[in-house]
């Protein structure tokens, strides 16, 4: 196997220069660096990483912790972030955390453990004080939203705000009888994004009305319920004394259910925004009006933070909340008036 002073001898160079090179460290000279990068090439070397963990005490590697790999919106994060770790020479560990708040310790801890060089976090439980034991080693940034009982970094969006941006944008095409749709209000994001719902309806002086809320959580398509649930859940909310004209879905897995449990009963008409967009929303008919996450624009501040933080930890700050601006999307379906207007 080749190893460094083998290509440091080649180039007439030491093998702290060779290590120089090839971590891209600006202060070399271009004919040191030209001469070394042909020796690299000429030997074929690879960096022996299992040496590296060794010296460093750290793997080459991130971890990053989502409640569902199979949600779009994560599913972008997850693959902006590898990207940028790809370029870096790193590799990424991603694990699910599922809906229940009691497996997230154990299931972070685990990569936690592999002595990772940082960790991203879209957490679901209501308490990361177990993270206490590696926050000082361990540069930790959570992302849509933000840590309780422990202090970090996070990347986060303003739910409540853009919920209330949502549906005053369903109140301006003439509806009062608005129904939210979610998941659980376990979930903080959920919880912010129906006040942010009832926060808009009373500002137009419209009483909330619980019997347009629905958040038993069948509409969620990857893992949890099937179609017929989906359909259920949708008809048992249109079925209410004066039922909604439109519906605001806190976020898009339940959006895609409810896209296509609304396609099956033929209620189409309704007025619907979704925040979070989904592939092929912008396909349908009527196309889906959302609220844009901008996922990759959440992921790529995430990675600045994290990366900033893995690079020059002695210059870790104290933490701070990151918040990007988010906007509507008017595509059609949040534009159907109601039928009586």
């Known amino acids: 196997m080749t190893t460094m002073q083998d290509v440091a001898t080649r180039a007439g160079v030491s093998a702290k220069t060779v290590s ?188 909330p009305d619980d019997s347009l809320v629905s958040l038993d959580g069948s509409l969620l398509v990857f893992g949890y319920r099937s179609p017929a649930d989906a359909v259920a859940q949708a008809s048992a909310l249109l079925s209410v004394d004066d039922p909604p004209t439109a519906l605001f879905s806190s976020n898009a897995q339940c959006s895609m259910g409810l896209v296509r449990a609304l396609h099956s009963l033929g209620r189409t008409e309704l007025g619907f925004v979704s925040f979070g967009d989904f592939p092929m929303a912008d396909a349908l008919t009527p196309a889906v009006t959302v609220i844009d996450q901008n996922a990759e624009g959440l992921a790529e501040l995430a990675g600045n933070v994290l990366f900033d933080a893995i690079d020059a930890p002695a210059t870790r700050a104290t933490p701070s909340v990151h918040s990007l601006p988010l906007h509507l999307i008017p595509r059609g379906s949040g534009e159907i008036a109601p039928a009586s207007v």
């Not at 891209?24 to 690299?40: G, I, K, M, Y």
């Not at 960096?47 to 963990?53: C, S």
């Not at 569902?68 to 694990?95: C, H, K, L, Q, Y």
């Open 20 to 207: 120089r090179v090839f971590n891209d460290d600006p202060n070399v000279s271009p004919e040191t660096r030209e001469r070394v990068q042909e020796a690299l090439a000429a030997l074929n070397y690879r960096p022996n990483m299992l040496a590296r963990r060794f010296r460093e005490g750290r793997d080459s590697a991130i971890g990053i912790a989502v409640p569902n790999i199979g949600d779009p919106f994560f599913a972008t994060i997850i693959r902006s972030i590898e990207d940028r770790a790809v370029e870096r020479g790193m590799v990424v560990f991603v694990t699910t955390l599922g809906q229940d708040a009691t497996n997230e310790p154990a299931r972070v801890e685990r990569l936690m453990r592999r002595q990772i060089s940082g960790m991203l976090i879209a957490p679901v439980s209501n308490d990361q004080s177990y993270l206490e034991q590696w926050g000082d080693e361990t540069p930790i940034v959570f992302i849509d939203r933000e840590p309780i009982n422990f202090a970090a970094d996070s990347v986060v969006v303003d739910d409540e705000a853009m919920a209330r941006v949502a549906t005053a944008h369903l109140i301006d095409q003439g509806h009062r009888r608005i129904g939210f749709v979610g998941d659980t209000t376990s979930l903080v994001t959920t919880r912010k994004r129906l006040d942010g719902y009832r926060a808009a309806l009373q500002l137009a002086g419209i009483e």
